[in-house]
Nanobody, 126 residues
Framework: QVQLVESGGGLVQPGGSLRLSCAAS????????MGWFRQAPGKEREFVAA????????DYADSVKGRFTISRDNPKNTVYLQMNSLKPEDTAVYYC???????????????????WGPGTQVTVSS
Protein backbone atom coordinates (compact mmCIF):
# COMPACT_ATOMS: atom_id res chain seq x y z
CA GLN A 1 0.00 0.00 0.00
CA VAL A 2 1.65 3.21 -1.25
CA GLN A 3 0.48 6.68 -0.35
CA LEU A 4 1.76 9.85 -2.03
CA VAL A 5 0.77 13.40 -1.06
CA GLU A 6 1.97 16.50 -2.92
CA SER A 7 2.36 19.95 -1.41
CA GLY A 8 3.89 23.32 -2.25
CA GLY A 9 1.72 24.42 -5.14
CA GLY A 10 0.28 27.89 -5.43
CA LEU A 11 0.14 31.11 -7.42
CA VAL A 12 3.40 32.60 -8.67
CA GLN A 13 4.34 35.33 -11.16
CA PRO A 14 6.18 34.52 -14.39
CA GLY A 15 9.88 34.16 -13.68
CA GLY A 16 9.24 33.09 -10.11
CA SER A 17 10.02 29.84 -8.31
CA LEU A 18 8.20 27.12 -6.40
CA ARG A 19 9.34 23.91 -4.71
CA LEU A 20 6.93 21.00 -4.72
CA SER A 21 7.22 18.18 -2.20
CA CYS A 22 5.90 14.62 -2.34
CA ALA A 23 5.60 12.77 0.96
CA ALA A 24 5.68 9.01 0.34
CA SER A 25 4.84 5.95 2.41
CA UNK A 26 5.06 2.28 1.46
CA UNK A 27 7.65 -0.36 0.68
CA UNK A 28 11.05 0.74 -0.55
CA UNK A 29 10.65 -1.54 -3.56
CA UNK A 30 7.51 0.33 -4.60
CA UNK A 31 9.28 3.70 -4.39
CA UNK A 32 12.49 2.94 -6.30
CA UNK A 33 11.58 5.16 -9.24
CA MET A 34 9.66 8.36 -8.66
CA GLY A 35 8.55 11.07 -10.99
CA TRP A 36 6.52 14.18 -11.55
CA PHE A 37 3.80 14.63 -14.16
CA ARG A 38 1.50 17.54 -14.89
CA GLN A 39 -1.87 18.02 -16.49
CA ALA A 40 -3.24 21.30 -17.81
CA PRO A 41 -6.94 21.85 -18.53
CA GLY A 42 -8.01 20.05 -21.69
CA LYS A 43 -4.67 18.26 -22.07
CA GLU A 44 -3.35 14.79 -21.31
CA ARG A 45 -1.07 14.12 -18.39
CA GLU A 46 2.54 14.72 -19.46
CA PHE A 47 5.93 13.69 -18.12
CA VAL A 48 7.97 16.31 -16.26
CA ALA A 49 10.86 14.57 -14.45
CA ALA A 50 11.94 11.23 -12.95
CA UNK A 51 14.60 10.04 -10.50
CA UNK A 52 16.03 6.71 -9.32
CA UNK A 53 16.43 5.51 -5.72
CA UNK A 54 20.04 6.62 -5.31
CA UNK A 55 19.59 9.77 -7.42
CA UNK A 56 22.22 8.45 -9.81
CA UNK A 57 19.95 9.01 -12.82
CA UNK A 58 17.44 11.72 -13.66
CA ASP A 59 15.41 12.63 -16.71
CA TYR A 60 13.50 15.75 -17.71
CA ALA A 61 11.04 16.83 -20.33
CA ASP A 62 12.60 19.16 -22.88
CA SER A 63 10.13 21.86 -21.89
CA VAL A 64 11.49 22.05 -18.32
CA LYS A 65 15.14 21.05 -18.71
CA GLY A 66 17.41 23.70 -17.24
CA ARG A 67 14.58 25.20 -15.19
CA PHE A 68 13.31 22.31 -13.04
CA THR A 69 15.31 20.01 -10.75
CA ILE A 70 14.07 16.75 -9.26
CA SER A 71 15.64 15.40 -6.06
CA ARG A 72 14.82 12.99 -3.23
CA ASP A 73 15.60 12.51 0.45
CA ASN A 74 15.06 8.83 1.17
CA PRO A 75 15.39 9.00 5.00
CA LYS A 76 12.56 11.56 4.90
CA ASN A 77 10.63 9.60 2.26
CA THR A 78 10.27 12.79 0.26
CA VAL A 79 10.75 13.77 -3.38
CA TYR A 80 11.08 17.37 -4.50
CA LEU A 81 10.60 19.34 -7.68
CA GLN A 82 12.35 22.71 -7.67
CA MET A 83 10.79 24.90 -10.35
CA ASN A 84 12.59 28.08 -11.43
CA SER A 85 11.95 30.62 -14.18
CA LEU A 86 8.32 29.62 -14.27
CA LYS A 87 6.24 30.38 -17.35
CA PRO A 88 2.48 30.67 -17.79
CA GLU A 89 2.56 27.44 -19.81
CA ASP A 90 3.78 25.64 -16.67
CA THR A 91 0.32 26.14 -15.17
CA ALA A 92 -1.11 22.71 -14.38
CA VAL A 93 -1.94 20.24 -11.67
CA TYR A 94 1.32 18.52 -10.72
CA TYR A 95 1.24 14.85 -9.72
CA CYS A 96 3.81 12.74 -7.90
CA UNK A 97 4.17 9.12 -9.08
CA UNK A 98 6.07 6.05 -7.87
CA UNK A 99 6.93 2.56 -9.10
CA UNK A 100 9.25 -0.43 -8.75
CA UNK A 101 12.67 -0.63 -10.45
CA UNK A 102 12.43 0.19 -14.14
CA UNK A 103 14.75 1.80 -16.69
CA UNK A 104 14.25 5.54 -16.88
CA UNK A 105 13.33 5.14 -20.53
CA UNK A 106 10.29 3.14 -19.40
CA UNK A 107 9.24 5.78 -16.87
CA UNK A 108 8.40 8.58 -19.30
CA UNK A 109 4.75 7.56 -19.55
CA UNK A 110 2.06 7.50 -16.85
CA UNK A 111 1.66 3.80 -17.61
CA UNK A 112 5.12 3.17 -16.15
CA UNK A 113 4.01 4.00 -12.61
CA UNK A 114 1.90 2.12 -10.08
CA UNK A 115 0.99 4.82 -7.55
CA TRP A 116 -0.13 8.44 -7.74
CA GLY A 117 -0.76 11.37 -5.45
CA PRO A 118 -3.89 13.54 -5.66
CA GLY A 119 -1.99 16.46 -7.22
CA THR A 120 -1.22 20.06 -6.33
CA GLN A 121 -2.17 23.12 -8.39
CA VAL A 122 0.54 25.38 -9.82
CA THR A 123 -0.63 28.62 -11.42
CA VAL A 124 1.83 30.97 -13.14
CA SER A 125 0.18 34.29 -13.92
CA SER A 126 0.61 38.04 -13.62
Amino acid sequence: QVQLVESGGGLVQPGGSLRLSCAASGSIFSLVVMGWFRQAPGKEREFVAAITWSSDRTDYADSVKGRFTISRDNPKNTVYLQMNSLKPEDTAVYYCAAGPPRPLSAMLSPRGYDSWGPGTQVTVSS
